[in-house]
């Protein structure tokens, strides 16, 4: 079984920035597809951006968030990020990492596997 730990959210201001963590343990890291998801209150839970297993070769982002976040892993140590800049309001809620062995990759929750507990992003205006 894979497991998967958040860390990094926090209170920022608008304009600000923070790198999300996601440490995975138990499996063979490199063999798995990461993705981002956020959820805000009284919303679904929507796709940020999703990198290729491996070298992590392909990434993919949401159209909200093209060009202001980065995702990126570290297979040396078990660990993919999301580097967030240019925050605004709207960025405002829980984001989660998951994990998925599948080949074709999608923005589908149900597609991807594997979840972390998720980390609180709050963006002040």
């Known amino acids: 079984q894979l497991q998967l730990v958040e860390s990094g959210g926090g209170l920022v201001q608008t304009g600000g920035s923070l790198r999300l963590s996601c440490a995975a343990s138990g499996r063979t890291f490199s063999v798995y597809a990461m993705a981002w998801f956020r959820q805000a209150p009284g919303k679904d839970r929507e796709f940020v951006a999703w990198?290729?297993?491996?070298?992590?070769?392909?990434?993919s982002y949401a159209d909200s968030v093209q060009g202001r976040f980065t995702i990126s892993r570290d297979n040396a140590k078990n660990t993919a990020y999301l580097q967030m800049n240019t925050l605004n309001p709207e960025d405002t809620a829980a984001y989660y990492c998951?994990?998925?062995?599948?080949?074709?990759?999608?923005?589908?929750?149900?597609?991807?596997?594997?979840w972390g507990q998720g980390t609180q992003v709050s963006v002040s205006s």
């Open positions: 990198i290729t297993r491996g070298g992590g070769d392909e990434t």
């Open positions: 998951a994990a998925t062995n599948i080949v074709f990759l999608s923005t589908h929750r149900s597609d991807w596997h594997y």
